[in-house]
């Protein structure tokens, strides 16, 4: 079974500044994937950032940025130069080629940005 | 292009009765999946629908059925409404599967009185 684990259940940060979420995960196999969703007040799940585990590089999607740290099972997101646009809940996510066509998601950190 | 759509956005139902939620997904997306959310228990899955076959579901009762139509639309039913059947109902689709990450829906706030 899979379990994703965020340990942060609210942060804030200043606009401008850099902030880190954490997310660690638990898995058995081999092949998966990791995401980043953000969930703003309109409820829409928006996908931030995707990690294939076999790929060593960090995926990057403009601000954001993962640390992926396979032996360590962590997988953080940091998100620069944070705007008020970004205050969300965000969820980490795991997703295996076992079969089981679904994601497992974190309980999730509301990121509150600071003007 | 159009994102994924859900209707109703909210409803409200008493105890006992049955619902239908709906979701249209990504034109070309084949394989739509649902996911409730409840403060208590986060982001449970609870069906995955893949050209019209159920391909996998989460440890929901049998009172949350779904199914999928040609046109690759794809509804929720739940019967005999609980109570802590009161969630958002995300609904999701992808064109490749999975791995890919999923588009969202906005929702449908479920609340039963």
């Known amino acids: 079974a899979q379990t994703v684990t965020q340990s942060q259940p609210e942060m804030s940060v200043q606009e401008a500044e850099t902030v880190t979420l954490s997310c660690t995960y638990d898995t058995s196999e081999s092949d998966y994937y990791l995401f980043w969703y953000k969930q703003p007040p309109s409820r829409q799940m928006i996908l931030v950032i995707r990690q294939e585990a076999y790929k060593q590089q960090n995926a990057t999607e403009n601000r954001f940025s993962v640390n992926f740290q396979k032996a360590a099972k962590s997988f953080s997101l940091k998100i620069s130069d944070s705007q008020l646009g970004d205050a969300a809940m965000y969820f980490c996510?795991?997703?295996?080629?076992?079969?089981?066509?679904?994601?497992?998601f974190g309980t999730g950190t509301r990121l509150t940005i600071i003007p | 292009k159009a994102g994924v759509t859900q209707t109703p956005r909210y409803l409200i139902k008493t105890r006992g009765q049955q619902v239908t939620l709906s979701c249209s997904p990504i034109?070309?997306?084949?394989?739509v999946s649902w996911y409730q959310q409840t403060p208590g228990q986060g982001l449970q899955f609870l069906f995955e629908y893949f050209s019209e076959t159920q391909r996998n579901k989460g440890n929901f009762p049998g009172r949350f059925s779904g199914r999928q139509f040609s046109n690759s639309r794809s509804e929720m039913n739940v019967s005999t409404l609980e109570l802590g059947d009161s969630a958002l109902y995300l609904c999701a689709s992808s064109r490749q599967g999975t791995n890919y990450g999923y588009t969202f829906g906005s929702g449908t706030r479920l609340t039963v009185v």
């Open positions: 034109s070309g997306h084949r394989s």
């Open positions: 996510a795991s997703f295996t080629s076992s079969g089981n066509e679904k994601l497992t």
